[in-house]
């Protein structure tokens, strides 16, 4: 299921604009419809990996935050090269 959630974000965020954003939720109600809520803290956790792997960033209010340290909602987008 790991494998699984960081491909459909990655899949979500590659089918929007390059500047586009989701949240965690999208990409459990896309895994889940009927039973999406249990599926919130795994899409976090593949975000962290996709963090860590350079190919994603965690936000709040449009900046750049450590998942670890981020309370609240969170927004998953592309890396913006400067």
Do not use: N
């Not at 450590?66 to 890396?79: E, F, N, S, V, Y």
């Amino acid at each position: 299921m790991a494998d699984d959630l960081e491909q459909r974000i990655l899949a979500m965020l590659h089918a929007r604009a390059a500047t586009s954003t989701i949240c965690p939720s999208d990409v459990a109600r896309e895994a889940s419809p009927e039973d999406w809520r249990p599926l919130m803290d795994p899409v976090r956790d593949a975000a962290r990996r996709l963090v860590a792997a350079g190919r994603v960033e965690i936000t709040q209010h449009g900046e750049v935050v450590d998942l670890d340290q981020a309370k609240g909602p969170i927004r998953i987008r592309l890396p913006r090269r400067t």
